[in-house]
């Protein structure tokens, strides 16, 4: 049996770097994506006044991050034998928290392990 890291693939980096158009032509020839986390709570969090926002909380904001990316990698597996392309994934928090100087909590570095990609 194929393991889901195997077919994972992630695709990282810096703001602005060309991800997200990657991951859309990638969407556009058929194949299964992901949605990038940070951009969809910030747009979330700011329809409802929340403060899970990197300029207010980033601790409570890396939180949602990494809720977002484990909950998309359980819907990828639903994808049975397809890649699937993530635009940013689990790891990319436990980066964010350190690149902000916040502490990381053994449960962000517990997930990191356990969520793995090709």
């Known amino acids: 049996m194929q393991n889901d890291s195997d077919r994972f693939f ?3 980096g810096g703001p602005g ?12 020839a058929g194949f299964a994506t992901s949605v990038e986390a940070g951009r969809g709570i910030i747009r979330d969090q700011s329809d409802i006044g929340g403060p899970a926002l990197p300029w207010r909380d980033r601790t409570l904001f890396a939180e949602l991050m990494l809720s977002w990316e484990m909950r998309s990698y359980q819907v990828a ?6 890649p699937v392309f993530f635009d940013r994934g ?7 928290l350190r690149l ?4 990381v909590p053994q449960h962000v ?9 090709n």
């Open 17 to 28: 770097s060309g991800k997200t158009t990657l991951i859309e032509a990638l969407r556009r």
């Open 100 to 103: 902000s100087g916040l502490p």
């Open 77 to 82: 597996r639903e994808q049975t034998g397809r």
């Open 10 to 12: 992630v695709l990282t």
């Open 109 to 117: 570095s517990s997930a990191a392990e356990r969520f793995r990609y």
């Open 90 to 96: 689990v790891p990319d928090t436990l980066g964010y």
